[in-house]
């Protein structure tokens, strides 16, 4: 299960973050164009800004399983640094990772119900289903369980060695 879990972060969490980078640039590009439409064109364009923002939430929810997976757990580093050759550092970082898996439980279960909510609702200026721009929300969630269940079992947290 363990290499399988790890297998699965490997693939898929390299998947997530390329595609969390791709609409970050995209939102990037549309941001540029919103500018250059506004002050250059003289023509603000209506549908800009509503995708630039859905693209920067989508790229922060995909981006939260890289960094979950990188050890940006919810931690205090005196904590880690106080326990970290005692045995109560297993204690620790299970607590940890138990705390932000409830977090992350939670947050799917109740971005799928507001995804459903809102599912007849429409984003102005790009006439889609709004829901498309809230289940960032459910789905980085996921992915971030998928991240954090791999640092639990391959921690990564060699930050805390390198600082002064």
């Known amino acids: 299960m363990r290499q399988w879990i790890l297998a699965a972060d ?12 791709i609409t ?6 549309c ?14 364009s209506t549908w800009t800004e ?15 399983s890289a960094a979950l997976r990188g050890g940006a757990l919810l931690s205090v580093d005196l904590l880690y640094r106080t326990v970290a050759r005692t045995r109560y550092l297993p204690i620790l970082h299970f607590s940890i990772t138990a705390a932000t898996m409830l977090f992350l439980l939670v947050v799917v279960w109740y971005g799928w119900d507001v995804v459903y909510r809102v599912r007849f609702q429409n984003l102005a200026g790009l006439e889609i289903p ?15 369980v998928l ?10 947290r060699g930050e805390l060695e390198t600082q002064q």
């Open 10 to 21: 490997r693939v898929v969490g390299r998947f997530i973050l390329t595609l969390a980078c």
């Open 50 to 64: 509503v995708l630039t923002r859905t693209l920067v939430i989508w790229s922060v929810f995909l981006g939260l």
């Open 130 to 144: 709004i829901s498309w721009a809230y289940a960032a929300i459910p789905v980085g969630a996921m992915f971030g």
């Open 147 to 156: 991240g954090l269940l791999a640092n639990y079992l391959d921690p990564r």
């Open 24 to 29: 970050l640039a995209i939102a990037a590009l």
């Open 31 to 44: 941001g540029g164009y919103q500018i250059i439409a506004r002050f250059v064109l003289q023509e603000p």
